[in-house]
């Protein structure tokens, strides 16, 4: 089973650093240069993040079990703590500043200063775990290896 943990972490970070960069930086832009309606860009952009997000909690609980499960915590101590800033992030984002603009969104304030603030701090959040992201990729290391 240690053999299999290496080659299932590198596919729980594609899975998540991967798709965070493609949402973020791919996708969503191209809804909203694409479509028309720009209620209905957000609103698929939306849902994409929602789903990337899940997608990043689960590969992010994986990959610090794994770790626990490996004893390899202590070693790779800067790799699960940039991961838990990354799930801090996530759960900021979507449970917190994603349902405020959700509320704003269907009270017709998009064109609200409040509205603008929070999706400015959902931007900036989702921009540093892309980052962050990133980050881990570089730093990320197998239990075990120096």
């Not at 770790?67 to 070693?75: D, N, V, Y």
Request: proline letters at 4%.
């Amino acid at each position: 089973m240690s053999r299999i943990y290496p080659v299932i972490e590198r596919v729980l970070l594609t899975l998540w650093i991967g798709g965070l960069w493609v949402v973020g930086l791919v996708v969503a832009p191209t809804l909203f240069a694409e479509l028309p309606d720009t209620a209905t860009a957000g609103s698929v952009a939306g849902a994409l993040f929602t789903v990337i997000s899940r997608i990043g909690l689960v590969c992010a609980g994986v990959l610090l079990l794994f770790g626990w499960l490996q004893h390899a915590a202590h070693a790779r101590r800067w790799q699960f703590l940039v991961i838990v800033l990354m799930v801090v992030l996530v759960v900021i984002g979507e449970y917190v500043l994603a349902p405020m603009i959700s509320e704003l969104r269907a009270t017709g304030q998009v064109a609200s200063p409040r509205f603008g603030q929070l999706h400015g701090l959902a931007s900036g959040a989702y921009l540093v775990n892309c980052v962050l992201g990133l980050v881990v990729l570089v730093i990320w290391k197998e239990a075990g290896r120096p």
